[in-house]
């Protein structure tokens, strides 16, 4: 049942509470004048009671459920986003319970709560995302997430104004393929760009231009971000990175923890392009920042899990593979957040190939409770000639053009064949088999990872007495 509206009193303005003007009445912020600046118990506990109606409206009405990319919650009274950190109705109801804007307004309509969500995820994403930008000669406005023309959507004097963006969010909330929040790759939007003839006309090109400078710029943004391998004592670590369309949703990433441990984490962001390049920018810098002050691997991932989430499209995720390492005795911690498991090949050991890590929630779909409840550590002992491979599934998922996947099989064989080459030798080699099986056409980012235990000195041929001997001969 919805809540009545009440009617604001004469001079009085929709959202302002009654006895602000002048000097009657018992108003909240007479109250807090009256005690120092703070609000008596009794006024809190009333200002926290929402009528059950409400309250049913906040847990099933889909008026109350609209929220932008960035994870706000938009309040269908006044329109304003509000973070959800906790999540929508923890939210919810403490903005209405502090606001008081349901005691004087309807909500909006569905459509009008839609459009002022786009315009709040618009405003974020046209300074870093050129492929929202892209209008031809004639004024016609490229959306990027079906590859249509749009005509109405005005620029003032070839900039993109708030009127402009009105009219985008307007097209958007009734734009099917823009539900999911994921736009076309840059290649495929510069082949519609040819195929609707907007290629030739200068401001067309102006705009792929400027597409594929942002795309250049983000890409060498991204290169410099990711790390570069270290040198450790007895190991060798290795990776082997190809975005799909200039920036990648994939990440990669070593550190040493406050323990003295290594920490290595291999990463996919759900989704392609430029808004899952800039996950991976946050990702990037989340990790490092947490990682100053934990020394332990799993309480890293919950807290990253918690920051991270906020910043993801509503429906993305992030699969993490994360691997903590004691250099000295040689033992790995190994954790699933949502990622594929590991493989460890032991070439003198009894079992030759296994998988490492056990199943866990992927980041960014559950709070922190719910997820730190689903990962569990999986630990392994390196011993020296083992190696161990992580991949994302732009490799597995591969097809060439028959639509037949690379696979786990190919995999296996492939990393078996090439082994001796060493971990780098081995992952380039890998990847070369990859792109030889869809013959260069890769439709997914592609990243491999490994870490080798080197085999000791007395295990690699020889022995001491025997180069004393030739040395003397």
């Not at 082949?191 to 907007?198: D, T, V």
């Amino acid at each position: 049942m919805p809540i009545p509206p009440r009617k604001p009193l004469p001079g009085q303005r929709y959202g302002q509470q009654p006895g602000r003007r002048g000097t009657s009445g018992s108003n909240v912020a007479g109250q807090r004048r009256a005690t120092g600046g703070h609000m008596p118990q009794h006024m809190k506990a009333m200002r926290r009671t929402l009528p059950p109606d409400l309250l049913r409206l906040i847990d099933s009405d889909p008026l109350f459920q609209v929220m932008t990319g960035d994870q706000q919650w938009i309040d269908p009274y006044s329109g304003q986003a509000v973070p959800a950190t906790q999540g929508r109705v923890e939210a919810a109801r403490a903005h209405l319970s502090e606001s008081g804007s349901w005691r004087d307004r309807e909500p909006m309509p569905r459509q009008q709560l839609e459009i002022v969500r786009w315009r709040i995820d618009l405003m974020r994403l046209l300074p870093v995302e050129p492929r929202l930008r892209i209008f031809g000669k004639d004024g016609r406005w490229l959306n990027p997430f079906n590859g249509e023309l749009v005509a109405d959507i005005v620029r003032e004097e070839g900039k993109i104004t708030s009127h402009t963006i009105t009219a985008m969010a307007r097209v958007l909330c009734g734009c099917p393929e823009a539900l999911s929040g994921r736009l076309l790759d840059s290649q495929t939007l510069s082949n519609k760009i040819q195929a609707l003839g907007i290629g030739r006309t200068d401001s067309s090109a102006q705009a792929s231009n400027v597409l594929s400078s942002d795309m250049a710029k983000a890409r060498n943004v991204q290169q410099n971000m990711l790390a570069d391998m270290p040198t450790i004592e007895g190991y060798e670590v290795a990776v082997h990175f190809k975005p799909h369309s200039g920036v990648s949703g994939d990440f990669y990433e070593v550190i040493t923890m406050k323990s003295g441990r290594l920490l290595f984490v291999i990463g996919d962001v759900s989704g392609h392009g430029m808004q899952a390049a800039l996950v991976v920018a946050t990702a990037l810098k989340t990790l490092r920042f947490l990682a100053r002050n934990t020394s332990n691997c799993a309480n890293l991932l919950v807290q990253f899990n918690d920051e991270i989430r906020p910043d993801l499209l509503p429906g993305q995720f992030i699969t993490v593979f994360a691997a903590e390492l004691d250099p000295v005795s040689g033992s790995v911690s190994c954790i699933r957040a949502g990622h594929h498991a590991a493989v460890l090949v032991s070439a003198d050991g009894d079992t030759i190939m296994r998988k490492v890590g056990k199943t866990g929630m992927a980041i960014g779909l559950a709070a922190g409770p719910i997820f730190a409840g689903s990962i569990h550590a999986d630990m392994i002992h390196l011993q020296p000639g083992d190696m161990l491979v992580q991949y994302t599934d732009g490799l597995t998922e591969a097809m060439d053009s028959e639509s037949i996947e690379f696979g786990e099989l190919r995999f296996y064989a492939s990393m078996l064949n090439h082994l001796d080459k060493g971990a780098q030798g081995t992952v380039d080699a890998i990847a070369e088999d990859v792109i030889a099986h869809v013959k260069g056409q890769l439709d997914d980012d592609l990243t491999i990872f490994a870490i080798s235990m080197l085999p000791k000195p007395e295990d690699m041929g020889g022995s001491g007495e025997w180069d004393q001997m030739d040395a003397k001969g």
